[in-house]
Structure formats: structure tokens, C-alpha cells
């Protein structure tokens, strides 16, 4: 009776978590999912102002910006140039965002679904532990139970932990691919080719789109990484100074592709690429950190629980 009821506890106070993450992930993807469509929808008006057929932008790439200026040098274009540049690279990023989102809140509604009476199990389980409590030939008391949910709390809180190295680790991999990619487009740049003519070859365009491929990847999983952050800091005294990282794709299509592409600015793009990547590895050995020490806590929950039996 003891080790089931233990277990259905540890699984009850798991699907209660996974509803509230669930719940406040839905919430907070339908606000920034509004937001991405308004920026999309911005952007949008932005180039038809333009005269620019944004119907044909889902194909939109960086290589095809070189093939279509051939004859002109990049320093050449406009300030307004630049911005209509700008514009359509953003509004590409913002379809893929919002292609993203609508994908992964689906995702949270299939899971939600799995939990959605959670709390109705969990209040079957306290009733059960109240009549074990008070039944003389029990072995429950409430010194046990006191043990037995502190171990499922903390059992849970693991699993939050684990989520959220994991989505870090995804999102160190992605910048890493990302950073491979700029440091390929860095050496082909060393053949002048800012200052001498557009690149030569289709394995030097592919390089650019494969650096934009790994940076949108990059800021997906920065997003899901925040996601999981934000879970953590909602149920636990946890500050990770975050606030830098969800602007950081925003911050590269903003100005850096640009400047990357007119001005030649590629170090500036590896160097904000490999700021965010430190920047994300700190966050990680502090979850690391404190995972260890609730690894820890429960290791002396679980003894003591053993001891208060054995007695």
C-alpha cells in the first residue's frame, strides 16, 4: 500500500506540474505568437509601400540578394536600399517564427490534454492519505506523508531542471552550428569580396544562407530555453538575468545581416553569436549547480523517509 500510494503521488505531483508549465506556456506563445504576426504584418505593409511582391519572399534567401545586385557593388546601395534589405530579411524571419510557434502551441495542447485533471487525481490521493493517516493500522503518519510529498516535489523539480539543461544544451549546439557556418562565410570573405566584386561561387553563397538556417535555429531554441527558464523561476527563488538572450536574433536581423552583407561587418555577427553562446553555457552551469544540490536534498529525504519506516 505504501510503495503504490508513493508512486501514484510522485506521478500525481508530475502531471500537476507538467499542467501549470503547459498552461503558462500556451498563455505566453499565444501573446508572442499576436506579437510576431504584428511585426510580420508591419513589415509587410512596410514592403508593398516598397512595391516589393511579398508573395515571392518565402523563397527569399541571401545568396539571391547577390544574384540579383551582379554588376553593382553591395557598398553601393542606398540607405533606403539597405532598409528594404532589412525588411525582407525580417519579414522571412518573422513567417519562420511564426510557422514555429503555431507548431509548437499545438504541440502544448496535444500534451495539456494528457494532464488536464491532474489536480482532480492529486485531490483523490490527499483524501486517501487522510484515511491512512488516521487509520490506527497504518503505518502512514503524517511526519511520512510530510517526507513522501516533499520527495515527489522535489522528484518533480528534477524533471524541470532536466528540461531546462536540456533545451540549453540544444541551444549551444545550434549556435555552435551557426558559428561554424559565419566562420566558413569569414574565410571566403578573405577573397575580397566586398572590395573586389560579388562572390564567385555557389559554395560561398550557400555559406550566408546556411549561417541565416543555424542563427533562426539558434533564436527558436533561445526562445524554448527562456520558455523553460521562466518555469523554473516561477516555482523556485531563481534570477538568471535572461534578458539579453531572446533579443539576440531580433538584434542580428536588425542590423547585423545587413551590415554584414553592405558593409562587411562578419566579425561583428561571429562576435554577437559567441557572446550569446557564453552567455547561454553560464545560465547552464548554474542550473547544473542547483540541480546537484536538490540531486542532493532529495538523496536526505529519501534516507530519512527510510529511517521513519524503519522506526
Not at 76 to 82: G, S, T
Not at 130 to 145: G, P, V
Not at 164 to 185: P, Q, Y
Not at 253 to 276: A, L, R, S
Request: with cysteine; glycine share 2%; charged share 35%.
Amino acid at each position: 500500500m505504501f510503495t503504490d500510494l508513493n508512486q501514484k503521488l510522485i506521478v500525481s505531483k508530475e502531471n500537476m506540474r507538467k499542467k501549470v508549465k503547459y498552461e503558462e506556456h500556451i498563455e505566453r506563445l499565444h501573446a508572442s505568437l499576436q506579437a510576431e504576426k504584428s511585426k510580420k504584418n508591419k513589415l509587410e505593409k512596410q514592403l508593398l509601400k516598397e512595391k516589393e511582391d511579398v508573395t515571392r519572399l518565402e523563397s527569399f534567401s541571401l545568396s539571391n540578394i547577390f544574384y540579383t545586385i551582379i554588376g553593382r557593388k553591395l557598398e553601393k546601395l542606398d540607405k533606403e536600399q539597405q532598409e528594404v534589405l532589412a525588411a525582407k530579411l525580417k519579414y522571412t524571419e518573422a513567417l519562420e517564427t511564426i510557422s514555429d510557434m503555431e507548431r509548437e502551441l499545438e504541440e502544448y495542447k496535444d500534451k495539456h490534454l494528457d494532464v488536464a485533471y491532474a489536480d482532480i487525481e492529486y485531490e483523490k490521493i490527499i483524501q486517501e492519505k487522510e484515511r491512512l493517516i488516521h487509520d490506527k493500522h497504518s503505518i502512514w503518519s503524517e511526519r511520512l506523508y510530510t517526507l513522501v510529498d516533499r520527495e515527489a516535489t522535489i522528484t518533480a523539480s528534477l524533471k524541470e531542471y532536466e528540461e531546462a539543461i536540456d533545451a540549453g544544451n540544444s541551444t549551444v549546439l545550434a549556435l555552435n552550428r551557426a558559428l561554424n557556418e559565419l566562420n566558413s562565410a569569414k574565410n571566403w570573405s578573405t577573397f575580397d569580396m566586398f572590395g573586389g566584386g560579388i562572390i564567385s561561387t555557389a559554395m560561398k553563397h550557400s555559406r550566408f544562407d546556411e549561417a541565416k538556417r543555424y542563427i533562426h535555429q539558434a533564436q527558436s531554441r533561445l526562445r524554448q530555453f527562456q520558455e523553460e527558464l521562466l518555469d523554473i523561476e516561477s516555482h523556485f527563488d531563481a534570477n538568471f538575468e535572461t534578458g539579453g538572450l531572446l533579443t539576440f536574433a531580433d538584434y542580428f536581423f536588425d542590423g547585423f545581416i545587413v551590415d554584414w552583407i553592405v558593409h562587411g561587418k562578419i566579425n561583428d555577427c561571429y562576435d554577437q553569436t559567441e557572446k550569446t553562446k557564453i552567455d547561454v553555457s553560464r545560465v547552464l552551469k548554474i542550473l547544473l549547480e542547483q540541480k546537484s544540490d536538490l540531486e542532493k536534498e532529495l538523496i536526505n529525504v529519501q534516507a530519512e523517509r527510510v529511517e521513519v519506516l524503519e522506526s
